[in-house]
T-cell receptor
Framework: GENVEQHPSTLSVQEGDSAVIKCTYSDSASNYFPWYKQELGKRPQLIIDIRSNVGEKKDQRIAVTLNKTAKHFSLHITETQPEDSAVYFCAASSGNTPLVFGKGTRLSVIA | GAVVSQHPSWVICKSGTSVKIECRSLDFQATTMFWYRQFPKQSLMLMATSNEGSKATYEQGVEKDKFLINHASLTLSTLTVTSAHPEDSSFYIC????????????FGQGTRLTVV
């Protein structure tokens, strides 16, 4: 089955700097790669996703890149703000299979 | 996005009792629902996949007799933790999906279970 590795487990950045979180996946059949943000005690919220027919997607300060050959995808947050502090999870699935999540990255944005 | 409602949001129960958690898709019909368990500071671990009208598919290591899942309609799935013990204390969260081309999932707000 699918295995998703996520790095780093914790990340601290100064406000205004960029943050990058990387994930690798094992199943070449996976074609859907969402990123979720989870605040303490709350449900994960989808922040951006990318499908295998696209190499990059951007939404304001957030972007995701996908390299299918290398089986890795990354989340990029620019101009970070304190409210970006949360745990971020990457995930992968192949359409009709459950999402498999990475272990999460705790992002701290220091004002 | 679609709305998934989970109830209760928190529950405290005594050891040996059973607890039922409900997961509802409010504005769409969910052919498939998923149940996850999350320990503090850890990721979401898939427990089981629930398909409407059929038996749930459990992940390896998850006791199907302890975690009973019923998906009786396209908008409701329930997870019953039977004979709960303190080690069952955790954050349980469901997600629902109507199969788009990419498997998007929408999450309930989660249930924090504490067994005393």
């Amino acid at each position: 089955g699918e295995n998703v590795e996520q790095h780093p487990s914790t990340l601290s950045v100064q406000e205004g700097d960029s943050a990058v979180i990387k994930c690798t996946y094992s199943d070449s059949a996976s074609n859907y790669f969402p990123w979720y943000k989870q605040e303490l005690g709350k449900r994960p919220q989808l922040i951006i996703d990318i499908r295998s027919n696209v190499g990059e997607k951007k939404d304001q300060r957030i972007a995701v890149t996908l390299n299918k050959t290398a089986k890795h995808f990354s989340l990029h947050i620019t101009e970070t703000q304190p409210e970006d502090s949360a745990v971020y999870f990457c995930a992968a699935s192949s359409g009709n299979t459950p999402l498999v999540f990475g272990k999460g990255t705790r992002l701290s944005v220091i004002a | 996005g679609a709305v998934v409602s989970q109830h209760p949001s928190w529950v405290i129960c005594k050891s040996g009792t059973s607890v039922k958690i409900e997961c509802r898709s409010l504005d769409f019909q969910a052919t498939t629902m998923f149940w996850y368990r999350q320990f503090p500071k850890q990721s979401l671990m898939l427990m089981a996949t629930s398909n409407e009208g059929s038996k749930a598919t459990y992940e390896q290591g998850v006791e199907k007799d302890k975690f009973l899942i019923n998906h009786a309609s396209l908008t409701l799935s329930t997870l019953t933790v039977t004979s709960a013990h303190p080690e069952d204390s955790s954050f349980y969260i469901c997600s629902a999906s109507y199969w788009t081309e990419g498997g998007e999932a929408f999450f309930g707000q989660g249930t924090r279970l504490t067994v005393v």
